[in-house]
């Protein structure tokens, strides 16, 4: 069992430029994340999709978009990448959003950085 | 703006030591509290959830959950060179949408570093 995926590992990518940060989970997990980490600030989230079909916006979504056309996948997708945009990007799942006890898990995480 | 709140560190404690991690919270409805362990250049870890008060055991570690002095805490006995790590606390706390529905989501500190010497 593979958990969550993410892909790729890391990118260098010139400002501009369209990226598709992509994310995959198999524990059938309703509710998926995306965060980013940035060195003083922690972990801030930029987009949420509570179930398949459904998406929100979190504290940073400004400059980014994802979409939730089935259960497993949950891709970013940077329009027009900022170097403010340089991060490590982290893909998180639950298993229900809905109430207040849902553990949330990890990908692996990708290093971006916007030149 | 809902808040957690941690001491950056770094924490230094010899090895064989307790190491006690601490976090504030600022929404006093939170109900469930979550520490992770995030290794230099890895993911963050899920190691322990609390959701009533008091103390939950497992293994060397024990968190620590007082709801009405919104604080929350984390003891690491026997502390090894492994346990070297940032640990975030995380807190999930209740978010209302446009549509006036809710969920809930987690929000995070921003780590304490944690080294352990041998």
């Known amino acids: 069992i593979a958990g969550i995926t993410q892909a790729p590992t890391s990118q260098i990518l010139a400002a501009g430029r369209r990226m598709t940060l992509r994310c995959t989970q198999d524990?059938?997990?309703?509710?998926m994340y995306w965060y980013r980490q940035d060195l003083g600030l922690g972990l801030r989230l930029i987009h949420y999709s509570n179930t398949a079909g459904t998406t929100g916006k979190g504290e940073v979504p400004d400059g980014y978009s994802v979409s939730r056309a089935n259960t497993d996948d949950f891709p970013l997708t940077l329009a027009s990448a900022v170097p403010s945009q340089t991060s490590v990007y982290f893909c998180?799942?639950?298993?229900?959003?809905?109430?207040?006890?849902?553990?949330?898990?990890f990908g692996p995480g990708t290093r971006l950085t916007v030149l | 703006q809902k808040e957690v709140e941690q001491n950056s560190g770094p924490l230094s404690v010899p090895e064989g030591a307790i190491a006690s991690l601490n976090c504030t919270y600022s929404d006093r409805g939170s109900q469930s509290f979550f520490w992770y362990r995030q290794y230099s250049g890895k993911s963050p870890e899920l190691i322990m959830f609390?959701?009533?008060?008091g103390d939950k055991e497992d293994g060397r570690f024990t968190a620590q959950l007082n709801k009405a002095s919104q604080y929350v805490s984390l003891l690491i006995r026997d502390s090894q060179p492994s346990d070297s790590a940032t640990y975030l606390c995380a807190v999930n706390m209740r978010a209302w949408d446009y549509s006036g529905g809710s969920n809930y989501k987690l929000t995070f500190g921003k780590g304490t570093l944690l080294t352990v010497n041998p």
């Open positions: 524990m059938r997990h309703n509710a």
């Open positions: 609390i959701y009533s008060n």
């Open positions: 998180a799942s639950s298993d229900y959003a809905g109430g207040p006890y849902n553990e949330q898990f």
